[in-house]
């Protein structure tokens, strides 16, 4: 991955963190923890709860910044088809993403009955399959090829500008 422009690193970066969370949520789902459970009153749970939530906001604020930026771009090059059925994709996830972020806060504000927790599986289970292979289509065909869609200069301007607008994201609302 050496050979990423700024911004390609910049989208790498993102989609590996959604990918750890996503690795990590499919482990705690299946297998030895299908009865087992994330239980909010256990702060390890808890924490991990707070994190998956996190991450969800995370994908769709990324959804936004392709759909936005990145995409239009790839398309005046050309490459409608594809980022049509990337944006595709997108409309399929993030109800998917969605649907375990009511369940995770759920869950945390009012504990995990075997109803909600088979819920949440389900939810989970659905969201893996379509996020891990989404990851992949882009990474193998926008990722790796930034640098055959945009100039230097160009792609350099669009990482400072998506650098700052994830410091500001990252401000409170409401700071004093
Ligand atoms: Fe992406
Ligand atoms: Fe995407």
Same mark, same amino acid.
């Given at each position: @991955?050496? %050979? ?9 970066? /993102? ?6 969370? *996503?690795?990590?949520?499919? %482990? ?7 009865? #087992?459970?994330?239980?909010?009153? %256990? ?7 707070? +994190?998956?939530?996190?991450?969800? &906001? ?7 910044? /392709? ?13 409608? /088809? ?18 375990? $972020? *009511?369940?995770?806060?759920? @869950? ?21 399959? +379509? ?7 882009? +990474? ?7 640098? +055959? ?7 350099? #301007?669009?990482?400072? &500008? ?7 994201? $990252? ?6």
């Amino acid at each position: @991955m050496s %050979n990423l422009t700024e911004l390609g690193q910049l989208l790498h970066e /993102e989609h590996f963190r959604i990918l750890v969370a *996503v690795c990590g949520l499919e %482990n705690r789902v299946g297998g030895a923890y299908e009865c #087992q459970p994330l239980d909010a009153a %256990n702060a390890e749970d808890r924490h991990q709860l707070e +994190e998956l939530v996190a991450a969800l &906001d995370e994908v769709i604020g990324h959804h936004a910044f /392709e759909e936005t930026v990145i995409f239009p771009l790839i398309r005046q090059c050309g490459k409608r /088809e594809l980022t049509n059925a990337l944006a595709i994709e997108h409309l399929a996830i993030e109800p998917m993403a969605m649907r375990l $972020r *009511v369940v995770a806060d759920a @869950m945390l504000q009012s504990g995990t009955g075997a109803e909600r927790w088979s819920e949440f599986r389900a939810a989970a289970s659905a969201l893996i399959a +379509e996020v891990l292979q989404h990851l992949q289509k882009e +990474e193998l065909n926008i990722v790796q090829h930034l640098d +055959e869609f945009l100039d230097p200069q160009m792609d350099h #301007q669009l990482a400072l &500008d998506h650098l700052a607008d994830r410091a500001n994201s $990252r401000q409170p609302a409401f700071a004093l």
